[in-house]
């Protein structure tokens, strides 16, 4: 009997999914990413698989290490900072922007959203309340229409994910709806200054969220067991 011919999956398709597993956290940081395991269970070749591991790669969301293999990315403390550095700057920018110029519909959009992402969290669905959340961050760059700012918004959410996979404290991940709602009264209210705070308020929230403190490396012990009996 044949075997069941693969079907010609897109490598665009395969990428997709793959990146919503790793940002959704169903793949996690670190975890390792098999050739042979990804082609089955994605039920496309392995070259297939390489390819779009490598253009993974290339987005930062995966680590090609030689004679190892492929891993999720695990972003240090300082990569995480420059990460929540960056989006800070392209949040605020593309905020501005889409008080000056978003829609009726774009707003309408946003509301929604925000709406559903509030149930999700209600029903303590973190995996996706967290997705609901990413997709506003990307509804407000549509709707500032600026497809290049788009696209560094979009690598830099992913990045963000991975980031927040490592360093948020458990039950801290993920925006406040409550910051979601006053960035659209203010991007609604066409106010961009009004906008750009609340991002930066918003923002700044999610980032005291994050542990980011580096492991000290030398520890005085002495010091360390001073009080301990
Ligand atoms: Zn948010």
């Not at 549509?142 to 039950?171: K, M």
């Amino acid at each position: 009997m044949d075997r069941p011919k693969r079907r010609a999956t897109r490598p665009e398709a395969l990428l997709e999914k793959l990146r919503a597993a790793i940002e959704d956290g169903r793949l996690p940081p670190g975890a390792r990413l098999p050739e042979e395991k990804l082609a089955r269970a994605l039920d496309a070749s392995r070259a297939r698989v390489r390819e779009v591991l490598s253009l993974l790669a290339n987005e930062r969301l995966v680590e090609l290490q030689t004679n190892r293999g492929a891993f999720v990315a695990k972003p240090t403390v300082e990569e995480a900072r420059h990460i929540c550095e960056a989006r800070l700057m392209a949040e605020r920018t593309t905020a501005r922007l889409a008080a000056e110029r978003a829609t009726p519909d774009a707003v309408r959009k946003m509301r929604e959203m925000v709406a559903e992402e509030q149930i999700a969290w209600d029903s303590d669905d973190v995996r996706n309340a967290v997705a609901k959340s990413r997709g506003f961050h990307r509804a407000i760059a549509e709707a500032a229409a600026n497809p290049v700012l788009a696209d560094i918004l979009a690598s830099l959410l992913s990045r963000s994910a991975l980031t927040q996979a490592v360093y948020a404290a458990r039950g801290a991940a993920g925006c406040l709806c409550h910051d979601h709602s006053a960035l659209i009264d203010a991007i609604e209210a066409g106010d961009p200054d009004t906008a750009e705070a609340a991002m930066k308020t918003h923002m700044d929230n999610i980032i005291s969220r994050l542990d980011l403190e580096p492991l000290a490396q030398e520890v005085d012990i002495e010091d360390a067991l001073r009080d301990t009996l």
